[in-house]
């Protein structure tokens, strides 16, 4: 089968529901902002699959992704930076641990 | 079959078995190295797809910056060898049901509908054209976005230093501490 936009489409949809998954199921904060990571990936993916087949007289797919990738990174950052500090009140980091929100 | 093809699905195939993997095994430290595999499986995507630039700041971006981040913080957290604890199986089980349902009804609805192409001259995403258009003001250009987003990593920027900084009573009550500790010895 020549690849193109529904193997994208299906490749995308499938790494967005993996994210989906590992986020219901893990309790560890750190895995579960890998989740998130998955999820977004797999939006920059449908981004960037729609541009090229549908819209490739537009870059605005592109310019999408780009914004996307640009925040996913400051909500990385600053996930770590919670998490981190965290861990330094409760010695723990799963969610289960972390039940009041001011310590 | 062609070589592009061939290529297409072994990416495919790098960047789904990684990602299942990240999310199932039970070591923090294979997760993120297998996290790492899926990122640049589409990073490899993207090559395919001829988006070269999208293709290195993804690399940069996530396989340099994220994931590094990631294994940081998991030095800083977490036990050396210890494994996470095993999840209740009704809870996985659940979980990968209400997944594939949904899985199952996005492909439905995704294969029962027709794209339209637009019939538009296609634009290479030359590094050359996606600098014209980011800093561009006029109609279509993404220069106000561009702005937005450079304040937002620097609000990120300085949150990060004031989330994760020391307190400062912390750090007096750490070196009474140790004064106190000294002069036991």
Redesign the interface.
Known sequence: MEPGLYQLLFISAALFFIGVYGFFTRRNLITMLMSVELVLNSVNLNFIAFNKYLWPGRMDGLFFTIFVIAIAAAEAAVAIAIIINLYRSHQSIDVENAEELKY | MKG??II??LL?TL??VC??L???TRQ?FR??IY?LF??IG?AG??FW???Q??AA??IV??VG??VV??I???F???QAGEK??K?RID??IF??L???C??AL??LQ??QHT????A????P?TVA??GN??LSVKE?G?AL?FEV?SI??LA??I???V??M?DKTMNIEQGTLNKEVEKGK
């Open positions: 592009a093809t297409f699905y495919a960047t789904l990602g299942v990240s999310v199932t923090i997760a993120a996290l899926s990122l589409i995507l993207y797809m001829d988006y630039f999208i700041v993804q971006v996530y910056g994220i981040l990631i940081f913080s998991i800083l957290t977490q996470l604890p999840q809870r996985k979980s990968a209400a997944v594939f949904a899985f996005t492909m995704l294969y794209f339209y192409e637009t538009d001259e296609p634009v995403a054209n996606i258009r980011m279509g993404y976005p987003v937002l990593l990120a920027l949150g990060c230093i989330i994760a020391r």
